[in-house]
């Protein structure tokens, strides 16, 4: 049945309809766009790393809601969070001050290189502000230089000049032309040289750890040499830490274990507890030269979400929390790379903390779909590599529960 018929018909939702009735291609049923394949199950609640659907069967989740839910499910902390928010402002606009916003941005800076924090919704909007404001600093230092560099396996995000800087061709040809001055190049100190003119290149734009492209860790040395490149040439060095910031390699911001210091970086995914928020944080350099109208964004840093995020932004500082990452985090490794020896299934694996990329000889898809099947979700990045995100409260026990179906399936 389709969604227009069910309308019709007066049915019941299309996704009660697709668990009813089975194997039904829930894409087709669904009114929502289609424009994500869902996997064919539904989840009704969650409590801790897991996560439940109808029947009450428990999944282990190593998806974190895509770097998400770093405090997990029903965590108490972020449901009072929620309900003390929820007696509170919700929006009055960026036109009037509140607090909670006040409050967060003196947090953010008050743990980071960042002298001044501008709040947005998500990811993409927060790169897409970073590039914007890589050329109002260009501009006003009287220079015209607009091009944006990114790097070989990047994501960014999918709005126009994000796009142009993710190099997924099935991402982005379809929606030619991208933005105009934003082009990637080869993770390559040779190549980026000269690329990183300083009288065209405005910025580049790097993930210290690649997400999306395959969980690859930005080699330090190559950073650094980066890092010294813009800073002789006034090119803004931008970190993308959406995915990997926040706590997910085990220090709160990725860059602290680089050696290296951005001038802005992009936050957004686990700040606000699973409510959509995005930051820029930014120096004071930078800022300096953004003026009252240059950008904005109705919902950016409102009263609620701020005050969601001034909570979790406590608990992903916690050194207690940190240094359970960065341990469990490398004792998983360990076992991920045991694993591969064991079972002669795993070509390579890569990460730290807790984002982990593991080639796989079979496609990722069929490791999603078979892990799915047996009660664990993990996502994929890329057509060989399963990507391992769980929420930084797992235990060794519960990676280890992992661990042991992923032996399984391989
Ligand atoms: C590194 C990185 N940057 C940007 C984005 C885009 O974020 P959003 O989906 O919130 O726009 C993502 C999303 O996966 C990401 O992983």
């Known amino acids: 049945?389709?969604?227009?018929?069910?309308?019709?018909?007066?049915?019941?939702?299309?996704?009660?309809?697709?668990?009813?009735?089975?194997a039904v291609d829930a894409a087709l049923e669904s009114p929502i766009l289609g424009t994500y394949k869902r996997a064919p199950v539904e989840f009704v609640r969650g409590s801790g790393v897991r996560l439940f659907d109808p029947e009450g069967k428990a999944y282990l989740d190593f998806v974190s809601?895509?770097?998400?839910?770093?405090?997990?499910?029903?965590?108490?902390?972020?449901?009072?969070?929620?309900?003390?928010?929820?007696?509170?402002?919700?929006?009055?606009?960026?036109?009037f001050n509140t607090s909670p916003g006040e409050r967060?941005?003196?947090?953010?800076?008050?743990?980071?290189?960042?002298?001044?924090?501008?709040?947005?919704?998500?990811?993409?909007?927060?790169?897409?502000?970073?590039?914007?404001?890589?050329?109002?600093?260009?501009?006003t230092r009287g220079e015209a230089k607009h091009e944006i560099l990114a790097l070989r396996g990047a994501f960014h995000g999918r709005l126009f000049a994000t796009l142009a800087a993710t190099d997924r061709p099935a991402y982005r040809l379809p929606f030619r032309p991208l933005a105009a001055g934003v082009s990637?190049?080869?993770?390559?100190?040779?190549?980026?040289?000269?690329?990183?003119?300083?009288?065209?290149?405005?910025?580049?734009?790097?993930?210290?750890?690649?997400?999306?492209?395959?969980?690859?860790?930005?080699?330090?040395?190559?950073?650094?040499?980066?890092?010294?490149?813009?800073?002789?040439?006034?090119?803004?060095?931008?970190?993308?830490?959406?995915?990997?910031?926040?706590?997910?390699?085990?220090?709160?911001?990725?860059?602290?274990?680089?050696?290296?210091?951005?001038?802005?970086?992009?936050?957004?995914?686990?700040?606000?507890?699973?409510?959509?928020?995005?930051?820029?944080?930014?120096?004071?350099?930078?800022?300096?030269?953004?003026?009252s109208g240059d950008h904005g964004t109705t919902f950016g840093g409102g009263p609620f979400v701020a005050s969601v995020a001034l909570h979790v932004l406590?608990?992903?500082?916690?050194?207690?929390?940190?240094?359970?990452?960065?341990?469990?985090?490398?004792?998983?490794?360990?076992?991920?790379?045991?694993?591969?020896?064991?079972?002669?299934?795993?070509?390579?694996?890569?990460?730290?903390?807790?984002i982990w990329g593991v080639d796989v000889i079979n496609t990722a898809s069929q490791i999603v779909a078979d892990a799915l099947g047996h009660g664990l979700l993990v996502c994929s990045a890329g057509e060989h590599t399963v990507r391992i995100l769980p929420p930084l409260i797992a235990t060794r026990e519960d990676l280890t529960q992992g661990l042991h179906i992923l032996e399984t399936i391989l």
């Open 1 to 22: 049945m389709t969604a227009s018929a069910l309308k019709s018909t007066g049915a019941s939702s299309p996704r009660n309809e697709a668990s009813s009735a089975g």
């Open 184 to 291: 990637i190049f080869e993770r390559d100190l040779t190549e980026l040289d000269a690329a990183l003119s300083e009288d065209t290149a405005a910025a580049l734009i790097v993930e210290p750890v690649q997400g999306e492209g395959g969980v690859r860790v930005m080699d330090s040395g190559l950073l650094r040499e980066l890092r010294a490149i813009t800073l002789e040439r006034s090119i803004a060095l931008i970190f993308d830490e959406i995915q990997c910031g926040l706590g997910r390699t085990g220090t709160l911001f990725a860059y602290e274990q680089t050696g290296v210091v951005p001038d802005m970086l992009t936050l957004a995914k686990p700040i606000a507890g699973g409510l959509p928020m995005g930051a820029i944080l930014l120096t004071d350099e930078i800022a300096s030269t953004i003026k």
């Open 104 to 139: 967060l941005a003196a947090a953010l800076v008050s743990r980071s290189f960042a002298d001044k924090v501008f709040f947005c919704n998500s990811g993409a909007e927060a790169n897409e502000g970073a590039f914007k404001f890589a050329r109002r600093w260009a501009r």
């Open 65 to 95: 809601g895509i770097a998400v839910n770093a405090l997990g499910y029903d965590d108490p902390g972020l449901k009072a969070a929620l309900h003390a928010a929820s007696d509170g402002l919700v929006h009055t606009s960026n036109l």
């Open 314 to 354: 406590d608990r992903l500082s916690d050194p207690a929390l940190l240094a359970h990452v960065r341990d469990t985090g490398a004792w998983f490794g360990a076992q991920l790379n045991a694993l591969a020896e064991r079972t002669g299934r795993i070509r390579q694996v890569r990460g730290m903390g807790f």
